[in-house]
Each structure stands twice: as C-alpha cells, then as structure tokens.
C-alpha cells in the first residue's frame, strides 16, 4: 500500500518583466529582500510563518516553458494588513504617489475593513487593508 502524500502550501510565485521594478515594490510593502536579488533570475523571500513569495523573469520561466504567455487579467491577489485605516490610506498615498497604478482608492467596505487595490508593476492586484474601527469603540 502506498502512503498518502500530504502536500503542504509552500509558495506563491510571481512573473515579472521587471525583476528590480517588482522587488523595488514589493520591498515598500515591507517584504525584505536583498539588492542584489534585482539582477537575479530568481528571487524569493520566507514570509512569517514560513510561507515564501517568489519572483521568477519571463526569461527564466520562458527557459523551462518556451511557450509560456502571459495571462489576461488579474487572477490571483496578494492582500497586505496595514495596521490601521491610516496605514491603509498611507501606503496607498506613497505607492501611487510613486508612480505606481492605483485601481480601487481607499475605501470603507461593508465588511468592517478599510480597503485599497493597487497593482504592482505586472499588473497583479495588491490588496491594502485593515479592520475599521467598530461604532462606538
């Protein structure tokens, strides 16, 4: 009888165009990685709690699948806690302010959290959040 394989989710991997251009954003997003990572083919960083964000070139993933084209459209996002409201709006205000795509500003969303979307420099949706503060508190 063969053992049953449990995987565990490990990683969420990034193509980019721009290898320092995405750390360089990622990086203001509190995400620590070193400068030398901007002219490797393959950067990633362990995250707390032990999951890692990794960033592969177009070249390096072309290298393995020749084939490989980009997608239309976000399918996945990244979702960032900011702390607080402010630190939402904040970090919007420094990403946009330079020069990064801002989608959605921020926002008081029905669900309790401030909220903002941003896309980094391929065109992936970055969620900005928090909790806002409940009446009377």
């Known amino acids: 009888m063969t ?12 193509t980019v165009a721009d290898m320092a251009a995405s750390l360089a954003f990622y990086r203001r997003l509190g995400i620590e990685l070193p ?24 070249e ?3 290298s393995f699948d020749p084939d ?21 709006d904040t970090l919007w205000t420094e990403l946009t302010d330079a020069g990064h795509h801002g989608h959605l500003k921020p926002w008081d969303a029905i669900w309790g959290q401030r909220y903002a979307v941003l896309h980094d420099p391929d065109g992936n949706t970055v969620d900005l959040f928090a909790a806002s503060p409940q009446p009377g508190s």
């Open 3 to 14: 053992a049953r394989i449990t995987p565990r989710f490990d990683m969420v991997g990034l």
């Open 35 to 58: 400068a030398e990572a901007d002219t490797l083919p393959h950067a990633e960083a362990v995250l707390p709690g032990g999951l890692r964000l990794g960033w592969d070139t177009v």
């Open 60 to 62: 390096t993933v072309r």
């Open 68 to 88: 490989w084209t980009p997608a239309t459209g976000a399918r996945v996002s990244l979702a960032f806690d900011c702390g607080s409201p402010e630190g939402v």
